[in-house]
């Protein structure tokens, strides 16, 4: 007898064009959705069961339970006018490519049984390897996201340089800048070392990392008998999409004998464009670089990437082979992923990818990442068009932050409050999904513009009505 579990062809038909067919409407009409939705642990507590069901129930019912008790309750991200944060805004193919490596369920983690997938991974990294810059040799895997790559970029470096030594381990130092991701000072501690000894160097006034300040740095924590480990510079931070000075770094990192690790996950895949090329100009030099096609190659969560100069240092410092695995070692040329990284059970996210750009080809992709830097220009022009709006960081790579400043109006607890008031108005509409930062220790409104679906005219309106709230 089969088991109950084992649903017939028709009914998996039936029940997966249900899911497609929801799914296609939802994104054809996110222009149409309220953007900002939100319930309280309480709502919705009492909007879901807590108990599980004992029986199983009709698939119509549960997919209507979840439209109005679940959907209804989430803020679209590739909605067009969800412009905070980082957007993810994945493609339909992306999506479908999703949905074939979970339906196919492939085990990613060694070649011998599933080589196909294992090749297309090899072909996607090959593909990141070239946009950017990397030799030919570099290697390294898709990750959950870009905090887990600037993990596994740590603990290799970490490896090469004390090995199993935990007396050494103690002294190792990480530098990164004030605008560095948070992601840097969790995984350098995550890797065993002191959250006391990841050095926030100070950075110039465009937001970059100071090379000088970080070569006085260095010296004070050699004097003083530690151990320098890693450089984890930004290209593209989080805040202003700000790209430290990659070539001085690179070259820095040489003469110290420093592992240099470059946090692109933002700003990486703008290396597709021209103008983000020449604004990643270094980032080829890299011993190992974090992307995120989550982010700007238009793929769901979770995909990230690492990338590895020289791919030894991965394997060397996650390499386990357990006896119920040596039926699984790879022979030469063949790459078993889970010697690379932290997952031995992992899926296949080269599969979103690989379908993605190969639908739409790089050329489409090249001129949406370019529109979205363009955007950013745009909303940097328009907000120095309006008196009452002060720009506090220029465009970069997509991410422009400016406030609303009155005239006469100078008090920065005041200001603070007024540009709060007004992010909350323009979040509250529906149209508009914002966020905050703080910028030379003013609050600042925060555009990314890199999601696809947002057009000029909505930058236009955005700022527009940024601009009458807060003469509200």
Known sequence: MSSPLDLDQATMQRLGRTVADHVAAHLAGLRQQRLFKSISRAEAAALIPSAPPASGRDFADLMGFLTERVFAHHTPEPHPGFLAYVQCCPTFPAVLGDWLATGYNFFGGAWKVASGPAMLEVTVLEW????????????????????????????????????????????????????????VTRAAWIAGIPRSQVRAI???????????LLRQ??????????????????????????????????????????????DAAYGGFAALAPEGLAALEGLGLADSVTLDPH??????????SLLVRDPRHLFEAFHILPDYMRDLSGSSGEINFADYG????????????WLSVSYFGVD??????????????????????????????AARLGICCFRVRPSGTADP?????????????????????????RIADALALRVCSCGWRTTDDDIRRLVAEVAAAGAA
């Open 128 to 183: 990141f390897r070239q946009w950017i810059g990397m030799p030919a040799g570099t290697g390294g895997l898709l990750t959950s996201g870009g905090s887990t790559a600037n993990l596994m970029a740590l603990v290799a470096a970490r490896h090469r340089a004390v090995g199993e030594d935990p007396s050494r381990l103690a002294r190792l130092v990480v530098y990164s800048s004030t605008q560095g991701h948070s992601s």
């Open 202 to 212: 100070a950075v110039d006034d465009q937001f970059r990392l100071r090379p000088d």
């Open 217 to 262: 740095q260095i010296q004070v924590d050699r004097d003083a008998g530690l151990l320098p480990l890693a450089v984890v510079a930004s290209a593209g931070t989080t805040n202003t999409g700000a790209t430290d000075p990659l070539p001085a770094l690179a070259a820095l990192c040489q003469a110290e004998q420093l592992w240099f690790h470059i």
């Open 295 to 304: 982010k700007w190659l238009y793929v769901p969560f979770e995909c990230g």
């Open 342 to 353: 932290e997952q031995l059970s992992r899926y296949s996210r080269a599969l979103k990818v």
């Open 364 to 393: 489409a992709l090249r001129e949406a990442i370019a529109a979205s830097l363009e955007r950013a220009l745009l909303v940097e022009r328009l907000v120095r068009e309006q008196p009452d709006l002060e720009l506090l960081s």
């Open 413 to 437: 607890a005041r200001l603070d409050q007024l540009n709060q008031r007004v992010l909350e108005h323009i979040n509250g509409t529906g149209n508009f999904f914002l966020s905050t930062t």
